[in-house]
């Protein structure tokens, strides 16, 4: 079995680590991939913005199944286009991967289900959001509609700052995924990101897990792609994990009964207010770095489980779950999530691994000709350690992430304090 994994961060990393723990044995590849998959898949540098590219090589190279892992081949149509091909793929179509492509989408999908989130609006035009603001007063929630790496979302305390922002997204910052803006109500309450595989009839959810969206200790600092997960999450009781799992449930059949067929992971960002979960965001994918603390956990065949999903018998499929606790940490390059340096060298990364129950996922990382492994993005590498405690996951995660050392390195030291009460 020939397997193309679409993708090159944390997350492809821990989704090419599962696939080749497979009975199956599969033949992988990684497009671009980067210095950690190299160990486990054969890299392969395709156009991630040509769909078209990927189903023909996909077809050349008489690939059985295809992983991806980003949002934008989804959004714009890869899904399709293997349809088409006759290629087996992990992950919806276009007019699924609106869920996360526009929140407009995801809002009034919501509304039509009677799925709890965040009241708000949507607006093309600068004047009428800033009266929206006015009226609403703070705080305030600012989203530019379109992706935009997680970072198109500005949590405003005051007036001024949520002008501000609605100003950047029409002045352009966005580009064309800030062209429409959410305004919405600010919810507080802890936020749990439950994950769940579907093929548009079952949804089997995965273990819960908590990201760290803000770039420094006690949630300070701006909102990056996320700095660090864990799982499991004490703040999720058992009637909490079943109202989220009842929204996963009836958001793919609202999806379905209006004739979408989607196929791969609904990713739900929920929030726990006092008045029950609501929903901040869908993703059509993998969390990342979620992802990194899952799938190290779960025990049932990686390639059984995607290849039900794509062919649309996951009715078949029983998951099962390691009882560990997961702490994954980021480390992420100076700077990061504004200008950083790449092509710095990065030490230790053996050393780590040495640590019981650690494994180092490759995020923005390349092996360079001579060997050396240098930094070539934002967020580098994803230390993730299991062990029977959160106390102890915690305690291997920070020993191992205390071996590997890069210029400008940064990371959070608090990941998984919260589900000690100590954060
Ligand atoms: P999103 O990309 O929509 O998940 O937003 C990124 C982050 O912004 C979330 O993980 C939350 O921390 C925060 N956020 C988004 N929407 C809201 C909201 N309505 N109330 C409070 N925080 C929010
Ligand atoms: N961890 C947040 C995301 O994958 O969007």
Redesign the pocket.
């Known amino acids: 079995m020939r397997i193309l994994v679409v993708g090159g961060g944390g997350r492809e990393h821990a989704i090419v680590e599962a696939l080749a723990r497979s009975v199956h044995n599969p033949t992988l590849y990684c497009t671009p991939g980067n210095g950690g998959t190299a160990a486990l898949a054969v890299g392969v540098k395709l156009d991630l913005d040509d769909p078209a590219y990927i189903v023909d090589w996909a077809e050349n190279n008489s690939i059985d199944l295809v992983v991806c892992g980003p949002e934008g081949p989804l959004v714009v149509g890869l899904a399709n286009l293997l349809e088409v091909a006759g290629i087996p793929c992990f992950g919806p179509g276009a007019a699924g991967a609106q869920i996360e492509g526009s929140?407009v989408f995801a809002k009034d999908l919501m509304e039509r289900h009677g799925v709890p989130t965040?009241k708000?609006d949507a607006f093309e035009g600068e004047d009428a959001a800033v009266v929206y603001i006015e009226q609403m007063g703070a705080?305030i929630?600012v989203?530019a509609d379109g992706l935009a790496g997680?970072k198109?979302?500005v949590?405003a305390m005051d007036v001024e700052t949520a002008r501000t922002a609605v100003h950047a997204c029409f002045a352009g910052d966005f580009g064309e995924s800030g062209e429409v803006v959410v305004i919405?109500?600010?919810?507080?309450g802890p936020?749990c990101s439950l994950l769940a595989f579907t093929d548009g009839e079952t949804v089997l959810p995965m273990v819960p897990a908590q990201?760290h969206?803000?770039a420094r200790d006690n949630d300070e600092g701006p909102?990056t792609g996320g700095m660090g997960v864990y799982t499991p999450v004490p703040v999720v009781d058992d009637a909490t994990l079943a109202e989220m799992v009842s929204i996963l449930e009836r958001t793919v059949a609202g999806m379905r009964d209006e004739g979408i067929d989607y196929r791969g992971v609904l990713y739900g960002?929920f929030?726990l207010t006092a008045d029950g979960p609501k929903v901040?965001?869908y993703n059509a994918r993998f969390g990342d770095p979620e992802t990194q603390v899952i799938l190290p956990l779960l025990k049932t065949d990686l390639v059984d489980v995607l290849l039900a999903v794509a062919e649309k018998r996951l009715s078949e499929i029983t998951l099962e779950w390691s009882d560990d606790a997961a702490v994954s940490v980021v480390l992420a390059s100076g700077g990061y999530p504004a200008d950083y340096k790449t092509g710095v060298p990065i030490s230790g990364v053996a050393e780590a691994e040495k640590v019981p129950g650690v494994t180092v996922y490759h995020a923005g990382t390349k092996l360079e000709d001579d060997g050396t492994l240098v930094t070539d993005g934002g967020r580098v590498l994803n230390v993730t350690a299991l062990a029977p405690t959160m106390a102890e996951a915690r305690e291997r995660a920070y020993e191992a992430v205390s071996c590997i050392s890069f210029a400008g390195m940064q990371y959070r030291t608090d990941i998984g304090l919260k589900a000690l009460g100590k954060a």
């Open positions: 929140k965040a708000g705080p929630v989203k997680g198109g979302v949590v919405e109500e600010y919810l507080a936020e990201d969206k803000r909102n960002g929030i901040l965001e």
